[in-house]
């Protein structure tokens, strides 16, 4: 007789990451548009780009009429201890409720299992999962003992996975998860993941990369099928990251390796259209995917920087629609460069709505500035003007100067040809 297989329960609204290829969580790159393309082409689940549990803590959460989506706001108190009046609003998270539903895992960034309670309880209502990030390297993370820095402080991540599991898997029924990296020897990461995998997790993702190890460095596979063999053994999902290309690759990766599934990064951010299965047609050309991104961000009021960014990515550099994008400074502008007018009326009235194209305030000072300053050397220039304000020696200067007027150089005729300005008119 086979002994039965070992497996930590879905909670009811959770989702089981086995056989699933998904969208990594990016900072940037994960934002709402990119989610709902990733999907709309394929990946099974999607990782919303890390969210620091202080930066979710006193938002509200409201759901936008314009757009159906559920935002999570707060208001820009810039230090203040009263925000000014007309103080903005940004928002911090925002999901679809409908193409998301039952899809997307909120990752968190923290370091406090309790303020990490506080801030899942305030999206786990709406989301499918909550996973914690224990693998960014960069500085904002690692600073604050968050990311990767919680590697190298397992008493802090077992105490923040329990907290989660005890307090928001009974009351929201969804489950918890953990991103890691690997660490320099496999008994190393074997002593932390079989930690971790008794916490009571329903999912783990590793990415096969030590933490300081650089993005271009080839991802290690070495330990996979370790980390793998560990969590089946308690019973939890592990999905495998690093170096993914595509949804039929990660599938084959992960039967290779023993995991459960895979998870691509930098590929999806390129293009996502990686997720389509190549039975389907596989990898779309870029100028496919971009007018879909310009689309489902225009639908979702993706904030424009962001849609820049993003499409800075996936147009490649030497296409001349890439430098039309990064010198775009609307939504108009970014159809005009990427050749989409079908969709220049939507961005007329989207730019209307966000003051995307107009001077910003700074902006319309620096015009007036520079106006101020066109005007100043023609009156220090005007003889009268200068006696009259006293500087009689830099006014005899300028009388001195002028040429008699049939010494001056005639100015040019104007040209008959329309297109061609004329230098000046003669009176
Ligand atoms: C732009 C960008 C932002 C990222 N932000 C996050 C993040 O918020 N949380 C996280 O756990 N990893 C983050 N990562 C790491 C990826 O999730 C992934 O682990 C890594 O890129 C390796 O996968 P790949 O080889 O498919 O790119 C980010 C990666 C990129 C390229």
């Known amino acids: 007789m086979t002994e039965a297989v070992k ?41 919303g780009p890390e969210t620091i549990d202080r930066a979710i803590i006193g938002t509200t959460r409201t759901v936008n009429e314009q757009t159906g989506c559920i935002e999570w706001c707060r208001i820009q108190s810039h230090g203040l201890k009263e925000p000014p009046p007309d103080a903005k609003t940004s928002v911090i998270y925002a999901m679809d409720p409908v193409k998301e539903d ?29 996973d914690v990030n ?85 991802a290690i596979r070495g330990q996979l099928r370790m980390v793998a063999e560990l969590c089946h053994e308690a019973g939890i999902a592990c999905l495998m990251n690093g170096d993914v290309e595509s949804k039929d690759e990660g599938l084959r990766l992960a039967a290779e390796f023993g995991a459960d599934g895979a998870m691509i990064a930098t590929a999806a951010e390129t293009n996502p259209s990686c997720f389509r299965p190549a039975a389907d047609g596989g990898l779309l050309p870029w100028r496919e995917v971009v007018g879909e991104y310009v689309e489902t961000a225009m639908a979702v009021h993706n904030k424009f920087g962001n849609t820049k960014y993003l499409l800075a990515q996936m147009v490649p550099g030497k296409e001349a629609a890439h430098k ?88 040019a005729a104007p040209t008959s040809d329309p297109d061609k300005t004329p230098v000046a008119s003669v009176a």
Not at 10 to 34: Q, W
Not at 380 to 396: D, E, F, I, V
């Open 324 to 411: 039309a994008v990064t010198a775009a400074r609307s939504y108009v502008g970014v159809c005009e460069g990427l050749g989409l007018p079908h969709l220049t009326d939507r961005a007329r009235v989207l730019d209307e709505l966000r003051g995307l194209g107009q001077p910003s305030a700074k902006q319309k000072k620096q015009q007036q500035q520079q106006q101020q300053a066109a005007r100043r050397p023609a009156q220090s220039t005007n003889a009268t003007a200068l006696a009259a304000g006293g500087q009689m020696g830099q006014a005899r200067a300028l009388s001195k100067n002028k040429k008699a007027l049939s010494d001056r150089q005639q100015p």
């Open 102 to 130: 039952r899809k997307l895992v909120f990752q968190m960034g923290t370091a406090d299992p309790e303020r990490a309670v506080q801030a899942a309880r305030l999206i786990a209502g709406d989301v499918a999962g909550i």
């Open 134 to 218: 224990a693998g960014c390297p960069k500085p904002f993370s690692t600073s604050g003992g968050m990311g990767a820095a919680l590697l190298r402080t397992p008493d802090k991540l077992v105490a923040i996975l329990e907290a989660l599991v005890q307090n928001i898997t009974p009351e929201y029924d969804i489950g918890i998860s953990v991103k890691i990296r690997i660490l320099e020897t496999a008994a190393e990461t074997e002593a932390l993941v079989r930690r971790l995998v008794a916490t009571g997790i329903t999912g783990l993702t590793v990415h096969c990369r030590t933490t300081p190890m650089r993005p271009r460095e080839r």
């Open 7 to 47: 497996k930590v329960p879905i909670p009811a609204k959770g989702v089981d990451y086995r056989g699933k290829v998904v969208l990594a969580p990016m900072v940037r790159s994960g934002e709402l548009p990119s989610r709902l393309l990733a999907l709309k082409y394929g990946a099974d689940l999607v990782w």
